[in-house]
């Protein structure tokens, strides 16, 4: 078991998380933009979702080092969340029946 | 200095030949590292239930949503900035992070003062973000009368999905700086380098210990982006 261990892990240059620092800086000020600018309807929402999906996947990948793990627990960890997010996805499409359903009873009353 | 993992294969035979080997899976990963993997897994799907439940929530009230520019405007000056305060707890969970890696880094160099250092600046990020959060708490609790039964904004679901999710992100935020403190004074004591055994384990300490904690105060960073996108700005 020991033929694996840790010790000389490698490490990686300071600027490496430095960058990223600054990359996540920009993106979330540009987040911010979004909302004080008022930019409205598809475009706001695709910034938002590109913004989010962009910092996490910064943070994930280098921060939290997945970027240089072997693809055992890159799977076992991506695969659920991305069934997750689609979970998500699927629950909101139905609350808009739900929605639909609701403004059909407190309108018409059937 | 050749590893014994760097001769095992890599990418997706890698993966296979992992699953299909025997005693471990994750190879070259200490299994404390592993166990907080999982754990964050299981933590994303906590979030993720609350991701759900407020995003179909709001999309099938009738009555329209508070306006969250509005709500968590801030005023400078006299002037109303949107989201001002949201905007600064954001910078500084991500500074926070940015020491975090730091920290992790000067732990596998064994530079013990820097990495203390560096995790005593993340537990200040992280106090700062707290404190930040109950001015936010006590504004919207005392002086706009946010209850999770209503509000004056408009759908009477804004408090409670605002409490719940932005609380129990908190509570993490707060354990987080608990243990940061504790690791700081770890690294400090020099406990990593002589492989001091710990208070509940007879195992030795070693820096990946700073690695995990890294891992779970990034973790932490990742759900205050989700909340920052779906709850602020959408």
Known sequence: ??????????????????????????????????????????????????????????????????????????????????LMLLFVWIMVAESEYTLLTRLFYFILGV | MSRAIDKLPKGWSGLTSDFGSDQKTFKGMQWGKAMMWI??????????CFLISYLTGRASTTVPWPDASVVFGLDVFGTSVPLLLIAIMTFIL????????????????????????FLLLTALGGVAFVGMQAFEWTKLIFHEGVRPWGNPFGAVQFGSFFFMITGFHGTHVTVGVIFLLIMARKTWRGDFEKGRRGYFTTMKSNYVAIEIMGLYWHFVDLVWVFIFAFFYLW
């Open chain 2, 94 to 117: 991500i500074s926070s992070s940015g020491t975090m890696a730091i920290a992790v880094k000067y732990g596998y160099e064994k530079n013990r003062k820097l990495c203390a250092i």
């Open chain 1, 1 to 82: 078991m020991t033929q694996y261990n840790k010790k000389e892990v490698k490490t990686h240059k300071i600027g490496v998380y430095l960058w990223i620092w600054g990359l996540l800086f920009v993106f979330s000020f540009f987040s911010y933009m979004v909302d004080y600018l008022n930019f409205e309807g598809s475009l706001r929402w695709t910034l938002i979702l590109f913004f989010m999906i962009s910092k996490a996947a910064l943070i994930m990948a280098i921060f939290m080092h997945l970027f240089w793990e072997r693809y055992a627990i890159v799977n076992v960890l991506l695969w659920p969340m991305t």
């Open chain 2, 39 to 48: 754990f964050l897994l299981s933590d994303a799907f906590i979030f993720s």
